[in-house]
């Protein structure tokens, strides 16, 4: 068998649904068109990329063992730990220096951890919203399944990967929807994302993606992932399923040029968007600053989400763009 007749998905054998093909996972209502070689190259040979600072200072956080209400601190990009009614959350943990496959090239953190991993409290769960490099370091979770032996959380097909880094890892894999009961009332559901998936060059969209909405002590905590925001009908729908978010961990960076990236990433402008389609109380402002993976300056989706909040009247309290080491409390 030759082309697309011989492929075969490594992660996942399920039934085609409104966003599975049987082979390839999708976004609705899909399905999709992925970039080509040839947008790849217009991108990469515009030489437009932005210089950034190769070494930014952080003043790392030292977390208590357990916290009351909700408390979340930034580690970088899309880490961050969530502290929520004594439960300890991490958000897709990477504490590599690349986000990469290689140890030598790649993007490479600007930014160290704002939590040295030795600094972490009990990590009861991970929520792992795809496979990514720079959401998926199966280095940090095999890691963390040692030291800490954490729930990872993850859509379907993501458990594959993260079982053949660290064989004794306790994993739930689901479908947009799929809820995870967490004791103590608490919950965690899989949820829609304008996104895409893949490691290597031939497994594109094999494993699914999503974010997820944490609820713990009657208050509701939404973390994106990675995500676009496509026609906006995902975060209406989570607004009518769910209600109002008291907290919302919100894409702001790596959009640019934004013709490219726009299915996949979101600018600030359309991460306002989605903050007031949730009716979200509060927002931080994640994936940005950490790791230089598109064109756009470092410090440019801080000023962009500040024009736009001002621009609509918006309390600029109300959605911050997260720093590394920094604590949020809510």
């Known amino acids: 068998m030759k082309g697309a007749a011989a492929l075969r998905n490594p992660y996942y054998d399920g039934s085609p649904s409104d966003h599975f093909d049987g082979l390839r996972f999708f976004n609705p209502p899909g399905p999709a068109r992925d970039k080509s070689l040839a947008d790849v190259l217009r991108w990469q040979l515009t030489g437009n990329k932005a210089p950034w600072a190769k070494n930014v200072p952080v003043t790392p ?173 995902i975060f209406a729908d989570l607004r009518k399923t769910f209600g109002s978010v008291d907290v919302a961990l919100i894409p702001i960076g790596a959009y640019a040029p934004e013709w490219f990236m726009k299915d996949q990433h979101c600018n600030p402008e359309d991460a306002v968007r989605i903050l007031l389609a949730l009716e979200a109380r509060h927002a931080l402002g994640i994936h940005w600053g950490t790791f230089q993976l598109t064109d756009e300056a470092r410090e440019e989706p801080t000023e962009r989400l500040r024009a736009e909040l001002r621009r609509r009247g918006i309390d600029e309290r109300r959605f911050v763009a997260a720093v590394p080491g920094g604590r949020y409390d809510f």
């Open 61 to 233: 956080a030292r977390p208590q063992p357990r916290v009351d209400g909700i408390h979340v601190t930034m580690v970088g990009h899309a880490t961050l730990l969530i502290q929520m009614h004594g439960l300890n959350v991490l958000t897709d943990p990477v504490w590599a220096e690349r986000a990469s496959p290689l140890s030598f090239a790649g993007p490479k953190r600007v930014t160290a951890p704002g939590i040295r991993f030795a600094d972490l409290p009990p990590i009861d769960v991970v929520l792992l919203s795809h496979n990514h490099y720079d959401h998926c370091d199966v280095g940090t979770l095999k890691r963390l399944v040692a030291e800490h032996d954490p729930l990872i959380i993850t859509p379907l097909g993501n458990d594959r990967l993260v079982r053949g880094a660290a064989a004794k890892a306790r994993l739930v894999a689901g479908d947009w929807g799929h809820e995870v009961a967490l004791g103590g009332g608490a919950t965690v559901t899989i949820v829609p994302a304008n996104h895409w998936s893949s490691r290597t060059t031939r497994d594109r969209r094999m494993a699914l993606w999503g974010g997820f909405m944490l609820r713990s002590g009657g208050r509701m905590l939404y973390f994106a992932g990675d995500t676009g925001f496509g026609e906006g009908r």
